[in-house]
């Protein structure tokens, strides 16, 4: 085993989230803690409001906790001040989300180069060429040059995941990236969650996929703001096909 299986990309220490309401204090989690390794595909499921969207806020730093230390890649993320935080996220999480934001008047290549504009961690002259070559690995290089609008919502959440690799991050976040497609659009999204997993990044899926017990291999169940179950190796030979197909 070596030091970076060893070491969790994500280490969350009972962590909290407190929001003020006109009704009152709200807790979305309640101490919170687990940690996530290199390779793991990880899908968080739970009902509205049990504090899924809280948790991905926190490991990408768009949201900081109550209480508690949240880690991510050996950083104490809540302690980042707002210009290194977003330096920070754009060298080491990949954000997934479910409607795509991609900007309409970027073609798909310039989409998924811009991460790589902001982050600097690719000379110019290698950027369009990189992103190019992600296209082709989430299978919509002949769509480069087009507008968002002119794909088909599965062409646009596989143009969303290569920009969220733009940067080769160790840790991507996805918000339901299937909630919009069809089952078989979202098998194929699925698929490619399950390869980067293979190659090492932990992938961490908010989702309400029924399919989701078939091809996670851990799944965690939150329930108010808690942690209620922590399923792992539930994949079996059809899950793993479909995943690694």
Same mark, same amino acid.
């Given at each position: 085993?070596?030091?970076?299986?060893?070491?969790?990309?994500?280490?969350?220490?009972?962590?909290?989230?407190?929001?003020?309401?006109?009704?009152?204090?709200?807790?979305?989690?309640?101490?919170?803690?687990?940690?996530?390794?290199?390779?793991?595909?990880?899908?968080?499921?739970?009902?509205?409001?049990?504090?899924?969207?809280?948790?991905?806020?926190?490991?990408?730093?768009?949201?900081?906790?109550?209480?508690?230390?949240?880690?991510?890649?050996?950083?104490?993320?809540?302690?980042?001040?707002? #210009? *290194?935080? %977003?330096?920070?996220?754009?060298?080491? +999480? =990949? &954000?997934?989300? /479910?409607?795509?934001? @991609?900007?309409? !008047? $970027?073609?798909?290549?310039?989409?998924?180069?811009?991460?790589?504009?902001?982050?600097?961690?690719?000379?110019?002259?290698?950027? #369009? *060429?990189? %992103?190019?070559?992600?296209?082709?690995? +989430? =299978? &919509?290089?002949? /769509?480069?040059?087009? @507008?968002?609008? !002119? $794909?088909?919502?599965?062409?646009?959440?596989?143009?969303?995941?290569?920009?969220?690799?733009?940067?080769?991050?160790?840790?991507?976040?996805?918000?339901?990236?299937?909630?919009?497609?069809?089952?078989?659009?979202?098998?194929?999204?699925?698929? @490619?969650?399950?390869? $980067?997993?293979?190659?090492?990044?932990?992938?961490?899926?908010?989702?309400?996929?029924?399919?989701?017990?078939?091809?996670?291999?851990?799944?965690?169940?939150?329930?108010?703001?808690?942690?209620?179950?922590?399923?792992?190796?539930?994949?079996?030979?059809?899950?793993?096909?479909?995943?690694?197909?």
């Amino acid at each position: 085993m070596t030091n970076r299986q060893q070491v969790p990309v994500v280490d969350l220490r009972d962590v909290t989230k407190t929001y003020e309401t006109p009704g009152g204090n709200y807790r979305a989690l309640a101490g919170v803690t687990c940690q996530l390794r290199a390779g793991e595909l990880v899908a968080i499921v739970g009902r509205s409001g049990s504090g899924k969207s809280t948790l991905l806020n926190l490991l990408t730093g768009i949201d900081r906790p109550s209480g508690g230390k949240v880690v991510v890649a050996g950083t104490d993320v809540h302690e980042l001040d707002e #210009s *290194r935080l %977003a330096a920070w996220r754009g060298r080491n +999480v =990949g &954000v997934v989300f /479910q409607f795509f934001q @991609l900007l309409p !008047t $970027l073609t798909v290549a310039e989409n998924v180069a811009l991460p790589m504009d902001f982050c600097a961690n690719y000379p110019p002259r290698d950027r #369009s *060429r990189r %992103a190019r070559a992600l296209l082709e690995r +989430v =299978g &919509v290089a002949d /769509q480069a040059d087009k @507008l968002p609008l !002119t $794909l088909s919502g599965g062409q646009q959440q596989r143009a969303a995941i290569a920009r969220a690799l733009a940067n080769d991050p160790m840790l991507v976040v996805a918000d339901e990236p299937t909630g919009n497609l069809d089952s078989r659009t979202g098998a194929a999204v699925w698929t @490619l969650f399950g390869q $980067l997993a293979a190659e090492g990044k932990t992938v961490v899926v908010v989702t309400h996929d029924r399919e989701v017990r078939r091809i996670a291999r851990r799944v965690i169940g939150l329930d108010d703001g808690r942690i209620v179950s922590d399923e792992v190796g539930l994949v079996g030979a059809a899950g793993a096909e479909a995943v690694h197909a």
